[in-house]
């Protein structure tokens, strides 16, 4: 029996990165070159995976992975309704792009970084399993499946947060993390619990199908929303978001910005693939709308009294993911009505295409604060400058980074900006306004880290920025400067496929 | 409403209030552990619960007809939760035991550097 490589990518996507995980131990037995090797090979095998998948469903259509199905291609049937399936569409390809391009960057980046501490075939190991754990979460169409992602996820990043741990804080912020991941899985496993108790099945198909919007779906519904809202950083429930980001080291921070766009895209899969049918469309689309601009306005007033470099970019990303919030919710919102088809579809296409840019720019922003980290030693704003004497690179990907998390044209972050802009106008003119106002803050703040770090006089640095950590940023700021280029291929050939498959496109 | 299921239920709900007050109102690092673990002792119970007919046998298939078994997939769920319970709890002890060593205290009100 020949095995289809095409249609098997999706159990590769997760198979690679957790073989490789409890490989990179190993090696670092024999030599810490080796390590390095395989933790690569492991990186770039699910690249390719992920591209593998990414082709088959742009060209053949999307499909249901069954496990220990005959052919990864039959679908449900009334034997394997039990089974764990992965899905393969559109959606799952825009949120494994995102991650894939995030981690290869974190990663490339971590062997300059991470070349003097020590324990590094743990830091690896852990890397891995958390990229298989935010790759599971997205691809999962299984209650229970996605409750066991998140737990791997949860736990894996823990444990990266706090690698540091000769430093107090950074325990601190790990075991802060810790508890409210916990207590989101438990709350999770309860929801889980109350849809097995109503109709007994935990397959995302299974589950729309025999929905019918009891109290206790609804019950049920709210807790997940809390909790994938608590894990995406949302305010008000973003408090850890700033602590995590800031106290884990340099490379990993974009990872756990992943792990929380992850969780995102999980919201929005639920919302619009399993319950769309079950709720009050409005209603909900309302909460999503209320979140994104709380999350937007605090998120960029709170940055706005930081003098912490990795504080203020974590404050500006809680900011970021409420324009996604804000504009999936005006899509949910106008779901049915006559309205979707003249604005709604045009705030979803603007949402999900700010989710990847902002997976890619936001890495390359928190990677280039972490070369600033590494050069200069400290974090606080105030002792910080004169950097661009001694990283010309770096200034350069900050400034492309800077200006697309700000919306500035022609960057991708104003493409996705702009879309949402104007769709959100329609539905109401204030939440417009409001965004735009924030991404007005969000230039200025960008302007004073720039101004900070990077100008004035030469304070003279004692360390070069390693080859490996340019060459990362390099491959960000190309992916960055791409979508800035084909805002329009990008939106019709990986966002628009993205909201078929979520059952609603226009 | 039989006995047999709703005790579990009353239970599930007493251990998850005193998850819950243990988590919110504790100052010690190691009890808001501790109330997390009730929490999940909690959720375990519930799910198990759910599996519950009465009078049907464990669903071991060699010792029973199909018919007469309690439900199989929530043993199976609660078998992982659990396990992934005790990692969960392992690494948020360690990380106490690591707070302790820097902090000199798991008093949660003094392990506060992180807020400036």
Redesign the interface.
């Known amino acids: 029996m020949n095995v289809d490589l095409l249609t098997q990518s999706p159990v590769f996507v997760l198979a690679i990165p957790l073989l490789f995980a409890f490989l990179t131990p190993l090696a670092n037995k024999v030599s810490k070159e080796l390590r390095n090797a395989v933790f690569l090979i492991g990186l770039l095998l699910t690249t390719l995976f992920v591209s593998l998948m990414a082709y088959e469903v742009y060209t053949m259509g999307s499909w249901i992975y069954v496990f220990g199905a005959e052919q990864p291609t039959t679908g449900l049937t009334t034997q394997s309704f039990?089974r764990i399936t992965f899905l393969a569409d559109g959606f799952s390809v825009l949120a494994a792009l995102t991650i894939i391009i995030t981690a290869l960057g974190a990663g490339i980046y971590s062997f300059g970084h991470m070349k003097e501490s020590n324990g590094l075939g743990k830091f690896y190991t852990l890397f891995l399993l958390t990229l298989a754990g935010v790759n599971g979460m997205v691809l999962t169409s299984d209650l229970?499946n996605l409750?066991?992602w998140f737990?791997v996820t949860?736990?894996a990043s823990?444990?990266l947060i706090?690698y540091h741990?000769d430093?107090?804080?950074s325990?601190?912020?790990?075991?802060?993390y810790?508890?409210i991941?916990?207590?989101a899985?438990?709350l999770l496993?309860?929801s889980?619990?109350f849809f097995?108790?109503e109709y007994?099945v935990?397959n995302y198909f299974l589950i729309r199908d025999s929905m019918t919007g009891s109290l206790i779906d609804i019950l049920a519904i709210g807790m997940v929303m809390v909790i994938l809202a608590m894990k995406a950083s949302s305010v008000p429930m973003h408090m850890w978001a700033p602590?995590a980001y800031?106290?884990a080291p340099e490379p990993i921070t974009p990872f756990i910005a992943i792990t929380s766009l992850g969780s995102l895209f999980v919201l929005f899969r639920l919302l619009f693939f399993v319950f769309r049918g079950a709720v009050e469309t409005s209603a909900i689309g309302s909460i999503l709308i209320i979140l994104g601009v709380l999350s937007m306005f605090i998120g960029v007033s709170m940055a706005l009294k930081q003098s912490?470099l990795k504080?203020l970019i974590a404050y500006l990303s809680v900011s970021q993911v409420g324009y996604m919030m804000m504009a999936v919710g005006v899509g949910f919102a106008t779901l049915g009505t006559g309205d979707y088809g003249i604005f709604g579809a045009r705030a979803m296409e603007g949402g999900l295409f700010h989710m990847i840019n902002d997976g890619v720019y936001k890495a390359l922003l928190f990677l280039s604060a972490g070369g600033i980290v590494y050069v200069a030693d400290t974090r606080d704003l105030n002792k910080l400058g004169g950097l661009a004497h001694h990283m010309p690179y770096t200034t350069f990907f900050f400034i492309i980074g800077g200006l697309s998390i700000a919306g500035i044209p022609p960057l991708s972050g104003f493409s996705s900006k702009l879309l949402i802009y104007k769709s959100v106008y329609l539905y109401n003119p204030v939440l417009a306004i409001i965004a735009l106002v924030v991404s007005i803050v969000t230039l200025a703040l960008i302007g004073k880290i720039f101004f900070n770090a990077f100008l004035g006089p030469d304070q003279g640095v004692g360390k070069k920025i390693p080859r490996s950590m340019i060459l990362a940023m390099s491959i960000l700021t190309i992916v960055v400067v791409l979508f800035s280029l084909f805002p329009n291929y990008v939106v019709a050939e990986i966002v628009v496929p993205a909201i078929e498959a979520l059952g609603v496109g226009a | 409403m039989n006995w047999f299921t709703v005790f579990p239920l009353i239970m599930v709900v007493t251990l998850i209030i005193m998850g819950l007050y243990v988590?919110l109102f504790k100052k010690n690092?190691i009890k808001?552990?501790m109330g997390?673990a009730l929490?999940?002792n909690g959720?375990n119970l519930?799910?198990v619960s759910?599996a519950y007919r009465e009078g049907y046998v464990a669903p071991i298939w060699t010792s029973a007809p199909s018919a007469d078994m309690v439900?199989p997939?929530?043993h199976a769920?609660t078998l992982?939760?659990i396990v992934?319970g005790v990692?969960?709890t392992a690494?948020?002890l360690s990380?106490?035991m690591?707070?302790k060593k820097?902090?000199g205290t798991i008093n949660s009100d003094e392990?506060r550097?992180?807020?400036?």
């Open positions: 039990f229970f409750f066991v737990e949860s736990i823990c444990g706090a741990n430093r107090g804080e325990v601190e912020a790990a075991l802060k810790m508890i991941s916990v207590i899985g438990l496993l309860f889980i619990g097995y108790g007994g935990l602590d800031s106290e912490d504080r | 988590v690092l808001i552990i997390i929490m999940q959720a519930f799910l759910l439900l997939t929530p769920l992982t939760s992934i990692a969960t690494l948020m990380f106490v690591m707070i820097h902090y392990v550097r992180c807020r400036e």
